[in-house]
């Protein structure tokens, strides 16, 4: 079968199209999925650069298949299990394996997708909008008049924490590296969308709010913004930092913490909100729902191919990428 796979961490070189890639072998607790869709993902730059290579969050070794979120059919079920069944349409993510012909994915992470959501939408969605559900509703627990503030808020997991705020009644301010990106988060209904300018976007959130700072930062930057992040919150507020695009931040000192008003700083990960088969499909079902209901909006920035998998993520890594990109697998799914 065709699959994108990894022999060695590097750039985008490294990540080879085989030809003649074995089939996986189903396991208990597994389903065999023959793969419509793969979502292409920073975790899948991650990956393949090696950030992943010690985790025992995400224990990835290599050898392996590329693709943390896919979409397709059930083709096998394997020994013990009993919600899912063949010719299922189901979508998964944080299981690897998705950029190939057919992948073979714990039951426990797979979510049944209604009729009414094409495969793409469905790998477009599953990861991003899963971790957005778990920051606002788990981690963030916003409800109406909430105040919050969205770093990148114009790329894939942005535009959805901003959608998902505003529909509970969130007041929602947003920043962007570009006037361009902040008209997205806009567009997508934040009520204030300012560039990261130095840091200086505290200050125009602080402005906002009276002086008080939001209840919540979702800060997916790290290095470049957390500080001015705990600037831009309010007094026992609570920063989740759920991602390092621009670095980690090695040289914190809790103390920061109380000096900047007794702040909350959680680095949450999605696979500890996922720890169940029943909550990954009540977590799917709430993004499909909104989608379906027209709340939730999903933006498929382009379609490729198995073969053009290089370059894509040459493009995510220059951050010439808005929105989701998609690999179609097998376009005879339907």
């Not at 299922?88 to 714990?106: L, M, N, Q, S, T």
């Not at 500890?272 to 799917?284: I, P, Y």
Request: proline share 3%; net charge neutral; with cysteine.
């Amino acid at each position: 079968m065709k699959a994108i796979t990894l022999q060695t961490y590097g750039g985008p070189e490294v990540a080879q199209l085989r030809l003649d890639a074995p089939k996986p072998q189903l396991l208990a607790g597994h389903v065999l999925i023959k793969v419509a869709c793969a979502g292409i993902n920073f975790m899948d730059i991650h990956t393949r650069q090696g950030k992943y290579a010690q985790s025992s969050t995400y224990p990835l070794r290599l050898p392996c298949t590329l693709g943390m979120e896919g979409a397709g059919v059930v083709v096998e079920v394997g020994e013990g299990v009993s919600h899912l069944a063949v010719g299922d349409r189901v979508a998964w993510c944080i299981a690897w394996g998705a950029y190939a012909e057919y992948a073979v994915v714990p039951a426990a992470k797979v979510a049944q997708i209604p009729n009414a959501i094409a495969f793409d939408q469905a790998a477009a969605a599953m990861f991003q909008g899963c971790t957005a559900h778990y920051l606002i509703d788990d981690v963030a627990r916003l409800s109406a008049g909430s105040t919050c503030l969205v770093h990148a808020a114009s790329g894939s997991i942005g535009q959805l924490l901003v959608q998902m705020a505003r529909h509970l009644g969130a007041t929602v301010f947003a920043t962007g590296s570009t006037v361009e990106k902040c008209a997205i988060a806009r567009e997508r209904g934040a009520h204030h969308a300012w560039q990261y300018d130095d840091g200086r976007f505290a200050d125009h959130v602080l402005r906002a709010t009276g002086g008080k700072g939001v209840d919540v930062v979702f800060d997916s930057l790290g290095k470049s913004t957390l500080r001015d992040s705990f600037r831009a919150c309010r007094t026992r507020g609570l920063i989740v930092n759920y991602g390092n695009v621009s670095g980690s931040l090695t040289d914190l000192d809790p103390i920061e913490l109380g000096e900047a008003g007794s702040l909350f700083l959680t680095r949450p990960r999605l696979a500890d909100h996922m720890a169940d088969g029943a909550t990954v499909q009540r977590r799917a079902n709430a993004v499909f729902a909104a989608m379906l209901e027209g709340a939730l909006t999903v933006d498929i920035e382009g379609h490729y191919t198995l073969e053009t998998v290089q370059q894509v993520h040459e493009r995510i890594e220059a951050r010439q990428q808005v929105g989701k990109a998609v690999l179609w697998v097998d376009r005879d799914l339907h």
